[in-house]
């Protein structure tokens, strides 16, 4: 019938048991996940839309069929198809599951991948039913919001599931893509002896292109710009009506996609509710919610004022900065040519802190404004001209000897250096080193030094 039709155009691997091709390859996700793979738990993989993970989870059936798993036990799914009956529902999933157990009626443990489950209402009944029924399945799940399980239903699959956050590419992973050698010669060697070859000149041009265009698979596949600003738009317009207005059923669809850009505009820059407010023609407790939206959707990240206190938390209310989860969208939004690299840099430094370091971010706006302070108070500092750098050190460890902390990080555009006074330390960082040198490396080579 009509889905077992469907089904076949979705799981090619069936007819031949062929490997996907055309894919890029994804180590840091893959390596996470192969390591789930002999658990029960159902794999949840959770990220922005268009991140890459209908392409992450064909290289897990890559993996699978390695290894040696008969094509017809793994069956994937999208479930945004606009060719399932409108009114998806459970029915929709048994119809799925039932179609694929007849037709090609898999012999010990089988694989599911669902693809943006979220489309079927109530979607965690039916998964929770069929994990307690059945062990020689495994499920893997995607979707596009971090509360991907509704509240009320959340518990149902407690502990019966581990979940992995998806990005697009970090700068990392873009560099592994154009020019794998580079990363190469990264890896092979330390901190200080890496900073005296000039890979920084060979990485800088790329950086550069980076910081422009973003981390999107299809827009780093891409080389024209005017065609992947259209397609960044396409995405931005999708999230917005697909991901925030379906999902939280918001009938100011102007207000939202206006403060969407509003946040975007004003990456890194502290945001204030009243103003923004008033800029979509809204008021502070709308914005609050949307915001809370655009957030769950990974469109937007913001950070807190950083407080050594539980105490202080509570007690004063400050404004929070927002960050995007990817440059692209801040150029396809932004018409006039200013000159905003320090917002670009700034907004990738963050995303490498949270997504790459996995560290809770914050600021520090207190007799002087540091742009990142970490969850232990190391403060991260960011400098792009030499006439600033002196003025940047100084606030760093006036900082750190006022609130006795061990160090700190100063990303500046060409120099590597630990600097220490009385056993503290500024260690100044290449923008670049720190995006390509894993976290731990770094940190090694300042305990070292």
């Given at each position: ?68 798993v008969p094509p017809h036990n793994i069956l994937f799914m999208n479930l945004e198809d606009y060719r399932l009956s409108s009114e998806r529902s459970l029915q929709t999933l048994d ?355």
């Amino acid at each position: 019938g009509r889905m077992q039709i469907l089904l076949e155009q979705y799981n090619p691997h069936w007819k031949a048991g062929d490997l996907y091709e055309e894919l890029i390859d994804r180590p840091q996700y893959v390596n996470k996940i192969s390591g789930f793979l002999d658990r029960r738990e159902i794999v949840v993989l959770k990220g922005i839309r268009r991140s890459g993970k209908s392409s992450l989870q064909k290289l897990i059936i890559n993996e699978l069929l390695k290894t040696g798993v008969p094509p017809h036990n793994i069956l994937f799914m999208n479930l945004e198809d606009y060719r399932l009956s409108s009114e998806r529902s459970l029915q929709t999933l048994d119809e799925i599951y039932t179609t694929y157990l007849e037709h090609k009626k898999p012999r010990g443990k089988y694989y599911i991948f669902l693809d943006e489950i979220q489309e079927i209402p109530e979607f965690e009944r039916w998964l929770r039913t069929q994990y307690e029924q059945n062990s020689a399945v495994k499920f893997f799940i995607t979707g596009s919001s971090s509360s991907l399980f509704s509240t009320d239903l959340a518990t149902l699959l407690t502990g019966r599931h581990i979940s992995l956050e998806i990005f697009p590419f970090s700068f990392r992973e873009y560099l592994f893509y154009k020019d794998n050698s580079i990363i190469e010669e990264v890896d092979a060697r330390t901190p200080d002896s890496l900073f005296l070859t000039d890979v920084g000149e060979t990485i800088t041009p790329l950086l550069n292109r980076y910081l422009d265009e973003g981390g999107f698979p299809e827009i780093v596949k891409h080389d024209h710009r005017e065609d992947n600003i259209l397609l960044l738009q396409q995405y931005l317009t999708d999230i917005i009506l697909k991901d925030i207005t379906r999902r939280f059923n918001i009938r100011k669809i102007d207000v939202l996609q206006k403060l969407a850009l509003y946040l975007i505009y004003n990456m890194g820059n502290l945001i204030n509710v009243t103003r923004a407010a008033e800029v979509v023609g809204s008021n502070r407790t709308t914005v609050l919610d949307l915001i809370a939206y655009l957030k769950e959707v990974y469109l937007i990240n913001t950070t807190s004022h950083f407080a050594f206190s539980p105490q202080e938390q509570f007690e004063v209310t400050r404004p929070k900065k927002a960050y995007c989860i990817d440059n692209g969208f801040y150029s396809a939004i932004k018409t006039e040519s200013r000159k905003d690299y320090s917002k670009r840099v700034k907004n990738v430094i963050f995303q490498h802190l949270r997504f790459q370091w996995e560290r809770e971010v914050y600021y520090w706006n207190e007799r002087v404004m540091i742009d990142f302070v970490l969850s232990d108070g190391t403060p991260v500092g960011v400098v792009f001209d030499n006439n600033e750098r002196d003025q940047e050190i100084y606030k760093l460890f006036d900082f750190i000897n006022r609130h006795n902390i061990r160090q700190a990080i100063l990303i500046n555009p060409d120099k590597l250096q630990i600097m220490e006074e009385n056993e503290r330390k500024v260690i100044q960082l290449p923008l670049w080193m720190f995006l390509v040198k894993a976290r731990d490396e770094l940190f090694e080579f300042i305990k070292e030094h």
